[in-house]
């Protein structure tokens, strides 16, 4: 790039050597269209200024242009806006120190007519095609829709094997063309004025050329312009401009179809970061009054619709392009979007679902469970069509491929079953930084109702023993939860595994129990916290000091804002003295509310 502006120059100044000894022209980082030059003779051109651009002849009007503001030294001109620049005022105020670097190079309208005028006698002393100015100088006018104004509007989320339901996103998108935008600060006169007076220039003097490319062939500069657009996404995603980032890399993928892959992989994390950016509220630079068209609708899809519909469609879109010879990162895409919707941190289960991401079992689970767990969430009815026709032959397809599938104990094959939830049974496990706290936690009975309505649903017959809900003629169930108390005494609860001691309940209160409820199977369901956001935080370690045993949850929400816990159950087989069923769950109470329990405890409880 900076070898083709330079050769571009010296067809421009071939009659002025004395002129091109003292200019330096450089290609510039930067995503946005633009160029400008210093008064000690430096020209920069960006590449997003490339990315925009058909040929050299249409580059060649905008090096001519920067090189007679050089020549014509109008930075000495502009001192009085440099000066405005420094003392922080008027339209510079909101101006990032990249982009206040640039704005001491520019100038008023009249300095830049003047330009346009003057570089048309170096451009017309050339061979280069005139046609490419008004060409060039028409991409300037449509820089804000993107590389293309092109109606995609439900555009990445409709792929060759799955379409979106009508009406998923906002009806309200209309493509508009943004017609607040002002003049009072652009230092460029309006494109159609330049338009007319390059070609009112242009009719009174005689031109015989025709080239369109000179220093390069239309192959390379075509080569140049990729890698120039492919770097302007890469810099629109690190200065926070998803929106045009995605629309370009859609716009990108159709004309590349050989690297789709990185295409997609661009849009997914573009997406995901947005989600995550507005879950924390950060304050994205890119604002509507930058574009139109359907750059605008992507946006508006992006920063104002329903983020959990983005989380949405972003899962969805991981969804779709994961396949068995997909690259790790759209495997990883899928498990962050999980992440994403329960909004945990909980860093052990993540650690967790990706170490156990390569086997069957689990490829087959997030086929059959990630859908319907974001139709959940939403509670829409958006998917009763389309996506559980999809989603039916997805799973079957894979179930049926997989040998590996055993077959092993279900809540659901149960007659019945007692949930069990003592007050007074705790389990010391300070040396692997559990202790405790159902007892103490504050939403336990919330634990327990949601408990209750998830059961309903799974059509299951039980009954919950909760101590702190008994009243003063509750005293057979009393004696049934402490029978049951000194009956799970036996297990090695913490080691998840069976016991050699004597039984410390009769089999006789066993027996009876079991003919009370009709059943055989208690579930002891609880939580029990880490004592830490992260099991290294200072303050778990201090605290241990002077707590002797167990750590009130109390102090948990005094010192501890966003901490991490788990969720467990154990089924026991009262009949066979064993336990034939457990599982824990990570957790992060970052959004402590019913819904949360809710999709914990559904995941929990998932066969």
Same mark, same amino acid.
């Given at each position: 790039?900076?070898?083709?502006?330079?050769?571009?120059?010296? #067809?421009?100044?071939? +009659?002025?050597?004395?002129?091109?000894?003292?200019?330096? /022209? *450089?290609? *510039?980082?930067?995503?946005?269209?633009?160029?400008?030059?210093t008064d000690q003779g430096d020209i920069f051109f960006t590449a997003g200024l490339l990315a925009y651009l058909d040929n050299e002849a249409e580059l060649a009007f905008v090096v001519g242009h920067e090189i007679v503001h050089y020549i014509k030294q109008h930075n000495e001109k502009g001192f009085s806006e440099r000066i405005?620049?420094?003392?922080?005022?008027?339209?510079?105020?909101?101006?990032?120190?990249?982009?206040?670097?640039?704005? &001491?190079? %520019?100038?008023?309208? !009249?300095?830049?007519?003047?330009?346009?005028?003057?570089?048309?006698?170096?451009?017309?002393?050339?061979?280069?095609?005139?046609?490419?100015?008004?060409?060039?100088?028409? $991409? /300037?006018?449509?820089?804000?829709?993107?590389?293309?104004?092109?109606?995609i509007e439900e555009y990445i989320y409709n792929l060759a094997d799955f379409a979106l339901p009508e009406g998923f996103l906002p009806d309200s998108l209309k493509i508009k063309r943004n017609t607040k935008r002002t003049e009072k600060y652009n230092t460029h006169p309006e494109v159609e004025m330049r338009l007319a007076y390059?070609?009112?220039?242009?009719?009174?003097?005689?031109?015989?050329?025709?080239?369109?490319?000179?220093?390069?062939?239309?192959?390379?500069?075509?080569?140049?312009?990729? /890698?120039?657009?492919?770097?302007?996404?890469?810099?629109?995603?690190?200065?926070?401009?998803?929106?045009?980032?995605?629309?370009?890399? *859609?716009?990108?993928?159709?004309?590349?179809?050989?690297?789709?892959?990185w295409y997609n992989k661009y849009i997914s994390l573009a997406m995901v970061t947005v989600s995550e950016l507005r879950v924390i509220n950060y304050d994205i630079p890119e604002k509507s009054a930058e574009y139109s068209g359907s750059l605008f609708n992507v946006w508006y899809t992006l920063y104002k619709g329903q983020n959990?519909?983005?989380?949405?469609?972003?899962?969805?879109? !991981?969804?779709?392009?994961? $396949?068995?010879?997909?690259?790790?990162?759209?495997?990883?895409?899928?498990?962050?979007?999980?992440?994403?919707?329960?909004?945990? &941190?909980?860093?052990?289960?993540?650690? !967790?679902?990706?170490?156990?991401?390569?086997?069957?079992?689990?490829?087959?689970?997030?086929? $059959? #469970?990630?859908?319907?767990?974001?139709?959940?969430?939403?509670?829409?009815? %958006?998917?009763? =069509?389309?996506?559980?026709?999809?989603?039916?032959?997805?799973?079957?397809?894979?179930?049926?491929?997989?040998?590996?599938?055993?077959?092993?104990? =279900?809540?659901?094959?149960?007659?019945?079953?007692?949930? *069990?939830? @003592?007050?007074?049974?705790?389990?010391?496990?300070?040396?692997?930084?559990?202790? +405790?706290?159902?007892?103490?936690?504050?939403?336990?009975?919330?634990?327990?109702?949601?408990?209750?309505?998830?059961?309903?649903?799974?059509?299951?017959?039980?009954?919950?023993?909760?101590?702190?809900?008994?009243?003063?003629?509750?005293?057979?169930?009393?004696?049934?939860?402490?029978?049951?108390?000194?009956?799970?005494?036996?297990?090695?609860?913490?080691?998840?595994?069976?016991?050699?001691?004597?039984?410390?309940?009769?089999?006789?209160?066993?027996?009876?129990?079991?003919?009370?409820?009709?059943?055989?199977?208690?579930?002891?369901?609880?939580?029990?916290?880490? $004592?830490?956001? !992260?099991?290294?935080?200072?303050?778990?370690?201090?605290?241990?000091?002077?707590? @002797?045993?167990?750590? @009130?949850?109390?102090?948990?929400?005094?010192?501890?804002?966003?901490? &991490?816990?788990?969720?467990?159950?154990?089924?026991?087989?009262?009949?066979?003295?064993?336990?034939?069923?457990?599982?824990? %769950? #990570?957790?992060? #109470? =970052?959004?402590?509310?019913?819904? /949360?329990?809710?999709?914990?405890?559904?995941?929990?409880?998932?066969?």
């Amino acid at each position: 790039y900076t070898k083709l502006i330079n050769g571009i120059a010296d #067809e421009l100044l071939r +009659d002025l050597p004395e002129i091109r000894t003292k200019i330096h /022209l *450089y290609a *510039y980082k930067a995503p946005y269209v633009n160029a400008f030059s210093t008064d000690q003779g430096d020209i920069f051109f960006t590449a997003g200024l490339l990315a925009y651009l058909d040929n050299e002849a249409e580059l060649a009007f905008v090096v001519g242009h920067e090189i007679v503001h050089y020549i014509k030294q109008h930075n000495e001109k502009g001192f009085s806006e440099r000066i405005k620049i420094a003392r922080g005022k008027d339209q510079y105020t909101d101006l990032t120190v990249d982009q206040s670097w640039e704005a &001491e190079h %520019l100038f008023s309208q !009249s300095l830049e007519q003047e330009a346009d005028i003057q570089a048309l006698d170096l451009y017309l002393k050339t061979t280069y095609d005139t046609s490419a100015i008004f060409t060039g100088l028409s $991409k /300037l006018k449509t820089a804000d829709l993107g590389y293309k104004d092109t109606a995609i509007e439900e555009y990445i989320y409709n792929l060759a094997d799955f379409a979106l339901p009508e009406g998923f996103l906002p009806d309200s998108l209309k493509i508009k063309r943004n017609t607040k935008r002002t003049e009072k600060y652009n230092t460029h006169p309006e494109v159609e004025m330049r338009l007319a007076y390059c070609k009112d220039t242009i009719a009174s003097r005689n031109s015989l050329g025709s080239d369109v490319f000179k220093n390069i062939n239309a192959r390379n500069f075509e080569k140049l312009k990729y /890698l120039a657009r492919k770097e302007q996404l890469l810099m629109l995603f690190d200065n926070h401009y998803y929106a045009k980032g995605i629309y370009n890399a *859609y716009l990108m993928r159709l004309r590349d179809p050989g690297n789709e892959e990185w295409y997609n992989k661009y849009i997914s994390l573009a997406m995901v970061t947005v989600s995550e950016l507005r879950v924390i509220n950060y304050d994205i630079p890119e604002k509507s009054a930058e574009y139109s068209g359907s750059l605008f609708n992507v946006w508006y899809t992006l920063y104002k619709g329903q983020n959990l519909n983005n989380i949405l469609l972003t899962s969805i879109h !991981s969804f779709n392009t994961f $396949k068995e010879s997909s690259t790790d990162y759209n495997k990883e895409m899928v498990i962050r979007s999980l992440d994403l919707l329960v909004s945990s &941190e909980s860093k052990t289960w993540k650690q !967790s679902v990706k170490n156990q991401f390569d086997s069957a079992k689990t490829r087959n689970a997030v086929t $059959k #469970e990630l859908l319907p767990m974001l139709k959940g969430i939403t509670e829409t009815d %958006l998917f009763t =069509s389309e996506f559980n026709q999809y989603l039916q032959k997805n799973s079957d397809e894979k179930i049926a491929n997989d040998d590996t599938t055993t077959h092993s104990f =279900s809540l659901t094959e149960l007659k019945n079953i007692v949930i *069990y939830n @003592p007050y007074y049974v705790r389990i010391d496990e300070r040396t692997q930084g559990y202790i +405790d706290y159902s007892a103490t936690y504050a939403n336990e009975q919330n634990l327990l109702q949601t408990l209750d309505d998830i059961l309903v649903r799974k059509s299951l017959d039980y009954s919950i023993l909760d101590v702190r809900n008994l009243k003063s003629d509750d005293g057979d169930k009393f004696d049934d939860i402490s029978t049951l108390g000194n009956y799970i005494s036996r297990f090695d609860i913490r080691k998840f595994k069976n016991n050699e001691e004597i039984l410390t309940a009769s089999q006789d209160k066993l027996d009876s129990i079991r003919a009370k409820y009709q059943t055989d199977y208690v579930m002891w369901i609880g939580a029990r916290s880490y $004592k830490g956001t !992260s099991r290294g935080f200072k303050w778990s370690l201090l605290l241990s000091l002077y707590v @002797p045993n167990y750590l @009130p949850y109390g102090v948990l929400k005094l010192f501890l804002k966003d901490h &991490e816990y788990q969720l467990f159950y154990i089924v026991f087989d009262l009949k066979n003295n064993k336990i034939v069923k457990k599982k824990a %769950l #990570e957790c992060n #109470e =970052s959004l402590d509310n019913k819904n /949360l329990t809710t999709i914990y405890l559904n995941k929990l409880l998932e066969d």
